[in-house]
């Protein structure tokens, strides 16, 4: 085989450019920390890391509205909480047990009534938190106390095309139109201004039912609000799993890079040491 | 019988013999940098003797008139088709690792967070239907979006019109080219027809159509003569004898054409017809990968576009009435937000039928449930829709690294086998050198041998 002085330079330069190349790109890996820097790195793999990200992106918004949304839960319960004890006071009032107190036991009543009916007006945010979806408007004026705007629910996403309901319909809460909390503290306000004893006694029924609606709703809450911390459970695990999963998928093995970048500069070193000594001797070296 | 006059035309012959071989050296060590040079010899042969009566007198040492060139035609045909194919593969290469860029998706900044940012704020509103924040970054989201949408599909294009920049000039140095070649072709021809042999011009002509075969697929020929004939797809000369086809660029349809124009000066177009070399790189990638980059995304902005807008035509806005547009536009280059919702974020329809004002959220959540639907055809996700796209933008560049990378590789062997056989080796020559040095030296002992002989025969007559 003739070897010649071209050949040997080609070799020398492209051998030389494929090796510099490589050490190119590991230096790439560790200077960025990724394996993935560009889609032709890996094409299937950026879709995946893509994939991932859309994932973690997505589960962060799910979180932060799971957080909204146990921030209504938890007002509503208080509010709620607050409005049962002000009942049970009234109820405590409707057993008349003080016949000789009921003007100023009626006086209770409506202070009690005035109470309920800012708790039924709570706002959270600005916004009326029992109005359905007419946040911006008040549920309940003064007498007569009628509901009627918006049966709407406060709907919350939490999950692909998963969703829970959070009860805002004042109706379902505080009783029907005509017989709703207010109605019945109204009546019986009346019932102790004009001493009629069946009467008063009548509302303890009344009062029990408005607990027990309060109650019901309160236990739905507690429900939706255990699987929204269960979800936010889930999530934080389902999480750190899909960052790992794209850390593994677009991470370079720094270890791995640098162990490689050693092997290439020695490989490098080497074939520019033994280039040096090929291209400097020829024969005319020799020829004295 | 020999005489001393017969020596000194022996001496003389070998004298001028060697030297010639010595130039001859000189010239191939002189070119051993040269591209497309093959190393010449000059072929010795022994005098014809002359016979008188029963005796052979030896006339010395002559030469071939034609020197000899080492050269492999075959080689040289393999090394222009491997050419070809590398000009192709580099040039995608080349190509497409500049629309990669444009997407810009391992940095993370890509349409894809944009995408993500966009249904996000569609959820953000959902929890806060009235919320002010809430609206404005919607709509920012939304600006958002559409501008890297607008940006990724403006870039692509600016890089179809910067592949038409290429073929123009890609076009103008194959036409420089070929008539180089078409003047080489007379200067071979009228050498040769001494019987010498056009070594120089031969290689250079060689030179320039390995430059050709990198920018278009070409056949040659040598005809009787000398000359080279060149053609390109079809059997469409570019070269015949002094003769040359100039190629020509023109616009079709807002992209620059190849046309080849015949004798008469009708151009016929050639676009589809180049399978190879550069131009074939350039034009495939523009007209077939960028294209199909730039359909796939005006059919995901197109989609996003409706199904968003469908969505929001069926919400309420703030003041009760049916949601507007939200997008403008008709493909990926001109989405945009509706200006009026821009202009007043209460015209976001985030209420379903049938439900309050203003803390209705129905449509706000469906628009937000789109981002897990499989809306695209074929049953995927935006996303998915997406990813497959940069996938497929990935592995085009992987496609055309690999087989660029596989090309260099060929063409550099095969000039490796070219070399072995026409390169110069300095060591050869070399010894060479030393050779015909010697060979020198001792013609010229031979003269002087003879001249001392003459003085001895001519000392006796005195």
Do not use: C
Not at chain 2, 238 to 256: I, K, R, Y
């Amino acid at each position: 085989m003739r070897v010649t002085n071209k050949m040997m330079a080609d070799n020398i330069t492209a051998h030389l450019f494929r090796q510099s190349g490589q050490m190119a790109r590991t230096q790439e890996h560790i200077i960025t920390g990724k394996r993935i820097n560009r889609a032709s790195d890996d094409p299937a793999g950026i879709s995946s890391v893509l994939s991932y990200r859309k994932t973690i992106a997505g589960l962060e918004q799910y979180n932060d509205n799971i957080t909204k949304a146990k921030l209504h839960i938890d007002t509503v319960d208080s509010v709620l909480g607050m409005v049962g004890e002000l009942l049970r006071e009234a109820k405590e009032i409707a057993y008349d047990t003080a016949p000789d107190m009921r003007a100023e036991m009626a006086v209770e009543v409506a202070a009690l009534r005035e109470q309920v009916l800012q708790m039924a007006n709570y706002q959270l945010d600005g916004k009326y938190v029992f109005n359905g979806d007419t946040t911006d408007t008040a549920p309940y004026s003064a007498a007569p106390w009628t509901y009627g705007l918006d049966t709407g629910s406060k709907d919350v996403t939490i999950g692909e095309n998963l969703s829970v309901s959070i009860t805002a319909d004042g109706s379902a809460i505080f009783g029907p139109n005509g017989n709703n909390v207010f109605d019945i503290l109204d009546r019986l306000e009346t019932a102790l201004n004009t001493a009629n004893a069946p009467a008063i006694e009548a509302e303890i029924a009344e009062l029990d039912t408005a607990v027990d609606r309060i109650n019901t709703v309160r236990t739905q809450n507690a429900g939706i609000y255990k699987r929204l911390e269960a979800t936010e459970n889930h999530y934080s695990y389902f999480k750190v799993n899909v960052e790992e999963m794209l850390s593994k998928t677009e991470d370079a093995d720094i270890a791995e890079a640098i162990i490689d970048f050693q092997v290439q500069k020695t490989a490098y070193e080497s074939t520019l040491s033994t280039s040096a000594m090929v291209l400097q001797k020829s024969l005319i070296d020799f020829l004295r | 019988m020999p005489n001393i006059f017969g020596l000194m035309n022996i001496g003389q012959s070998a004298l001028f013999t060697q030297q010639k071989a010595i130039d001859i050296t000189g010239n191939n060590i002189a070119n051993v940098n040269t591209p497309g040079y093959s190393r010449q010899r000059l072929v010795i042969k022994q005098g014809s003797p002359v016979r008188v009566d029963s005796l052979t007198i030896s006339t010395g040492v002559t030469s071939e008139p034609g020197i000899q060139r080492f050269y492999d035609q075959f080689l040289s045909a393999q090394l222009g088709n491997e050419n070809e194919s590398l000009g192709r593969w580099q040039a995608q290469k080349e190509a497409l690792e500049k629309a990669e860029l444009m997407f810009d998706e391992a940095g993370g900044m890509g349409l894809s967070s944009a995408m993500s940012e966009y249904w996000n704020g569609w959820q953000a509103l959902s929890n806060n239907p009235s919320g002010v924040a809430e609206r404005t970054t919607l709509i920012s989201a939304g600006q958002y979006l559409s501008s890297v949408f607008n940006q990724t599909y403006n870039n692509i294009s600016k890089l179809q019109q910067d592949i038409d920049t290429h073929v123009d000039g890609l076009v103008d140095k194959i036409n420089g080219l070929t008539q180089q070649i078409a003047d080489l072709n007379q200067k071979v021809t009228q050498v040769e027809t001494n019987g010498q042999k056009a070594n120089d011009f031969r290689d250079e002509r060689d030179q320039l159509v390995f430059e050709l075969s990198k920018l278009i697929n070409i056949n040659s020929y040598e005809d009787g003569d000398g000359n080279l004939g060149i053609d390109t797809e079809n059997g469409k000369p570019l070269v015949q004898g002094t003769s040359t086809w100039d190629l020509l660029t023109a616009d079709n349809g807002g992209v620059q054409d190849v046309y080849w124009q015949d004798s008469s000066g009708t151009n016929v177009n050639i676009t589809s017809n180049i399978s190879s070399g550069e131009l074939k790189g350039w034009i495939e990638t523009r007209d077939v990968h960028l294209n199909n980059y730039l359909t796939q995304l005006d059919n995901l902005a197109n989609t996003l576009r409706t199904s968003v807008n469908g969505a929001h035509n069926a919400g309420f806005d703030l003041n009760g009435n049916a949601g507007l547009d939200f997008f403008t536009g008709t493909g990926a280059v001109d989405l945009s937000v509706n200006a009026a919702i821009v202009a007043d974020t209460d015209l976001i329809a985030a209420a379903g039928a049938g439900e309050g004002l203003p803390g209705g959220n129905a449509a706000a959540m469906t628009i937000a449930n789109l981002q897990n639907s499989a809306t695209m055809p074929g049953g995927s996700t935006f996303d998915e829709y997406y990813n497959a796209l940069v996938g497929t933008v990935g592995a085009d560049v992987q496609a055309a690294d690999f087989s660029s990378g596989h090309q260099e590789s060929m063409v550099q062997g095969l000039e490796n086998y070219r070399q072995q056989v026409s390169g110069v080796s300095l060591d050869e020559e070399m010894v060479n050198l030393v050779k015909f040095q010697h060979a020198y030296n001792a013609a010229a002992k031979l003269i002087t041998t003879a001249d001392e002989m003459l003085d001895e025969i001519l000392a006796l007559a005195r």
